[in-house]
């Protein structure tokens, strides 16, 4: 039977939390509606993981695992079991029992309600509050206002999807974070509920405190593709022409004092700030345009579109 449901999980050195998550997971599955499927991708680790893997896709019917030939990142990781699910709503979930498979009937209350996307909030997080909390909470508050998303935690992996929003959307890096983001992207319908939250238990977090610069570039490349993905040259035009202009009216006023009131210029700082804001100038404008035709061989080349369909009548 075709699965209704698929619930994805990246595994990366979880041994300990696996048994009891898959436990849990059977217990939540006998009491959903429709037929589900569950989906572990061992993301290289260096532990018992892939072990455990293939001992429980014995024992449970309802579990595919993928195990990736090494490390290759949480947002790797979920993007191959993304692909890999068959169901028309995708659950994704994190392996080390923080997310609790409880609140999935929940989120898939709001899928049938109409929503594209149900994302979880950590209402009642538990987590340091200095080392995470707070830079979280900084960082969901300025995602929110940059991209316009208002979801109050992007960083919850518990999230449900319907299918056509979240499949082929390429997440590279670390944009498993901004998928609501991405989605948005597509025009996807986004509500959120609370949802439960554990101490982590075994192991230990396999992210520090480092990933806030790489959260703030991230946050960059959203707010310039979805302005300006199918348009780069109004970006970089902006930018390139704005300095141009300055540096040209700068060399203008140089070249009247210099040849109308035969001052000397050769020794002034504004010589050198005008042709710097034109070289500049220039080159933004030829990086914008390199990037119209990046855009136009990504979209062509790869027959991806720059629409999204809802529905198609009658
Ligand atoms: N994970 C992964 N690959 C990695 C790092 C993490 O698949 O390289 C998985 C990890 O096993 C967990 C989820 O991604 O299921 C979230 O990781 P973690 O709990 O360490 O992050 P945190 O909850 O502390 O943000
Ligand atoms: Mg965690």
Redesign the pocket.
Known sequence: MEPFVSIV??????EESLPPLLEKLDRVLNTLKQPAEVIV?D?GSRDRTPEILREATKRYPWLRAFILRR????SA?LTCGIEQARGKVIVTL???L?NDPEDIPRLLEKIEEGYDVVSGWRKDRK?PFLS?KLPSRIANWLIGKITGVKIHDY?C?LKAYRREVIQGIPIYGELHRFIPVLTDFRGARITEIPVRHHP?RFGK???GISRTYRVLLDLFLMFFFQRFATRPLHFFGLVGLTLFLAGFLIEVYLSVLKLVYHQSIGQRPLLLLGALLIITGVNLLGTGLLAELLVRTYYEGSGRKIYTIRESLP
């Open positions: 999980i990246p595994a990366y050195n979880e991708v993301d490390n290759f990142g949480q990781a994190d392996a080390d923080q987590d995470r960083g992996t982590r977090s396999k992210y």
